[in-house]
């Protein structure tokens, strides 16, 4: 009856801790596809793009980020990075006034983006995901690729 016993506690206790551990690995709520609201985003100067869809791989430690949307002009675009929050510089694709990517989480809602070119800051970007988990707002503050000054606010609802 013992060895019983202590068999149905070491099985729990196993189950408890591999259920803790694939939580702690599953992908956080940065996660997902989020597409651009343009209803309530604020693109100054403008022109805001025509679409734009953000699709986010996610966890505590580590972010993929690959977008896709349809510029002004009615042009493709897309821009990819994979990046860890530790505020180093890791590559981007697809950017034309930036070549790294430098991120930190703020807090679980939070986070704050620095894209370089050249090692020269060009852009700071906040993301703060709402409560419920449902939009994300992004505040790009810097320099386009022609120098222009940037302050879009870009709201994504998550699909």
Do not use: C
């Not at 209803?39 to 791989?57: E, M």
């Not at 993929?64 to 990046?83: C, F, Q, R, V």
């Not at 006034?97 to 989480?105: K, M, S």
């Not at 994300?136 to 870009?154: L, M, Y």
């Amino acid at each position: 009856m013992r060895i019983k016993m202590f068999a149905a506690f070491v099985t729990t206790l196993l189950l408890v801790t591999l259920a803790i551990s694939l939580s702690a690995a599953a992908a956080d709520q940065q996660s997902g596809t989020w597409k651009m609201n343009s209803a309530k985003s604020n693109y100054s100067p403008g022109p805001a793009p025509k679409a734009s869809t953000v699709k986010i791989v996610s966890d505590a430690e580590n972010i993929k980020l690959s977008s896709d949307g349809i510029d002004a002009a009615g042009n493709p675009t897309h821009l990819e990075y994979t990046a860890k929050y530790d505020g180093k510089d890791y590559p981007i694709t697809g950017a034309p006034n930036a070549d790294t990517v430098a991120i930190e989480r703020i807090d679980p809602n939070t986070l704050q983006t620095t894209v370089k070119k050249a090692g020269q800051v060009v852009m700071t970007v906040r993301t703060v995901l709402s409560d419920n988990g449902k939009t994300r707002t992004s505040t790009f503050k810097g320099k386009d690729a022609e120098g222009h000054d940037v302050n879009n606010v870009v709201v994504y609802d998550k699909q």
